[in-house]
């Protein structure tokens, strides 16, 4: 807590079970394959060399419920513990 207080971040190891590790690289990899749809999550592109590549995406946790889980269960009470604050995801 107090290295989070001086600097700003802290560096969390292995707070994550190889389970729910796993889970996470399902969750991003169907987030990374979801089709682009209007009025749903919001997908942005870089180009380098010619390719377009995925640099983020925003807006899909009302449309994946194992990521929403995730972010609810696990990585929201985390970053309240640490902001000692009620937080929410912004996009």
């Known amino acids: ?26 969750y991003t ?3 990374f394959n979801l089709p682009e749809t209007s009025g749903k ?6 180009t ?6 995925l640099s983020r995406v925003e807006y899909f946790l009302d449309f994946h419920n194992g990521l929403n889980n995730f ?9 309240e513990r640490y902001m000692g604050e009620e937080v929410s995801l912004l996009k």
């Open 71 to 79: 972010e609810k269960e696990i990585i929201r009470p985390i970053a």
């Open 1 to 26: 807590m107090e290295t989070y207080q001086k600097n700003g971040y802290i560096i969390l190891k292995n707070i994550i079970s190889k389970n729910k590790q796993i889970d996470l690289l399902k």
């Open 29 to 31: 990899n169907d987030i």
């Open 41 to 46: 999550w919001m997908k942005f592109y870089e």
């Open 48 to 53: 380098n060399n010619d390719n377009r590549l």
